[in-house]
């Protein structure tokens, strides 16, 4: 199912707030919107309603005469980002249009916010997937492999999806139910509580509930 109406933001990066009780609570900072609108679609033209829209001015020189095409229907220049986000009657909506934090968000809210997760690298069962190991003793010979992953006789092959050693990291995913602890319209910035997916900079999608 896709998701509903959200906003597109960058993750600044992380810090701490204090309780009125002296309690610290870690929170990420992120710079979210204005986000503009470049598209409307609609379920009888597109089988869909939604509303594309833009994040993070670009420079005209960098972008290629197609999309600085389909970006001068909004007449707001051009965008690193273009995201859909899925709306009950995109006529609501007009093109140029900014999408501001405050119009979708308040403090207090619960949101779900989406992101590429950082990049490790190929990694082994003991960091990807948490396994235990073997013992660390000098005449062990099993410290940090897999084990046995496979079948005798039948089916003579490694199960789908088995837990193995490979990629990890750099991969979309999803903090939900996350609480909004400020706001900053002057500035554009929303913190929000706890840690959020991403490296500094990476390009976050904060949907509302």
Not at 2 to 16: A, E, F, Q
Not at 35 to 61: M, P, R, W
Not at 105 to 125: C, E, M, P, T, W
Request: aromatic letters at 6%; one cysteine or more.
């Amino acid at each position: 199912m896709p998701r509903t109406l959200g906003i597109l933001g960058k993750k600044i990066g992380m810090t701490r707030i204090y309780t009125e009780v002296g309690d610290a609570v870690g929170v990420t900072v992120v710079e979210a919107g204005p986000c503009v609108v470049l598209q409307k679609k609609t379920e009888s033209k597109e089988g869909y309603n939604a509303i594309q829209v833009g994040f993070g001015t670009k420079k005209e020189t960098r972008i290629n005469k197609p999309m600085m095409g389909h970006f001068n229907s909004a007449g707001k220049g051009g965008f690193y980002h273009v995201k859909e986000f899925r709306v009950a009657d995109p006529e609501k909506f007009e093109l140029g249009q900014q999408i501001l934090i405050s119009d979708l968000f308040k403090i207090g809210d619960i949101v779900d916010v989406s992101g590429l997760a950082k990049g490790r690298g190929f990694q082994g069962v003991i960091r990807r997937h948490g396994f235990k190991g073997g013992g660390k003793s000098h005449g062990s010979m099993f410290h940090r492999a897999p084990g046995s992953i496979g079948c005798s006789a039948w089916p003579s092959k490694v199960v789908k999806g088995k837990k193995m050693p490979g990629q990890m990291g750099n991969n979309l995913v999803t903090k939900k139910n996350v609480t909004i602890v400020d706001i900053r319209d002057a500035e554009n910035v929303m913190v929000i509580k706890g840690s959020l997916p991403g490296t500094t900079n990476e390009l976050l999608q904060i949907f509302t509930k």
